[in-house]
């Protein structure tokens, strides 16, 4: 929508930037963020080849003086945040019994951590935004295994339900300012994340990343008075687990 700006964390590939192309398809200005700057250069070389006005800034979403030098960079860009794509993400597999503390942290810093300190940072802006229209957006991706625990991924797993939680509290705490918090919840979708299930699931069966996008389209179509606190995408003959 010309006039509003969107960031959107984990936007180099899969979800993240086909959210972001929807967004900027209408109108949105971008601030798309990744960890890993070449590829993240190229995704936005991408949406800037189809017309998209795009502000491109790497962090390591890990590191709290990254997150907020990306907020503070998408106010010097645009000025306001009318949607929040909190979308980074990373999942690593193995008993509990087995997983290193250190595969937990990462984890948890990325999953959990960093979707608490992108949120609070950007809620001034939030509040602006929803203070002028009514309708500031914030999607925190989570997964279907933060509502049914997996195992194999309890790390994972564990983070997403975190993710589930703040979307919760979040609500609670900023539903009044005008400010939608939605957690999104799917199983397993075409993108690199997932290409280590690819011989037993094949991407053409899995959901596609713009299925996910055309979820924030209709949260942002939806009235301030429609609030959706959760979406779960599943694939055919799915219930109740990851796959």
Sequence with gaps: ????AALVTGGSSGIGLAIARALGQDGYGLTVSARRPEKLEEAVEELRGEGLEVESVPANMAKEEEILALVERHRERWGRMDVLINNAGVGIGGEIAEHPTK???MQLDVN???VYITLRESIP???????EHGKALVVN????????GQPWLAAYAATKAGVVGLSQAAHGEL???GIQVTAFCPAFVATPMTDWTADSVPKEEMIQPEDIAEGVRFLLRT???CIVPEIQFIRPGDLMRAT
């Design 175 to 177: 539903s009044s300012d």
């Design 223 to 225: 009235s301030p008075a």
């Design 141 to 148: 991706t989570s997964s279907i295994a933060g509502k049914f």
């Design 103 to 105: 595969r937990l942290d």
């Design 125 to 131: 802006m939030l509040k602006e935004a929803g203070a």
């Design 1 to 4: 929508m010309e006039g509003r």
């Design 112 to 114: 959990l951590r960093a």
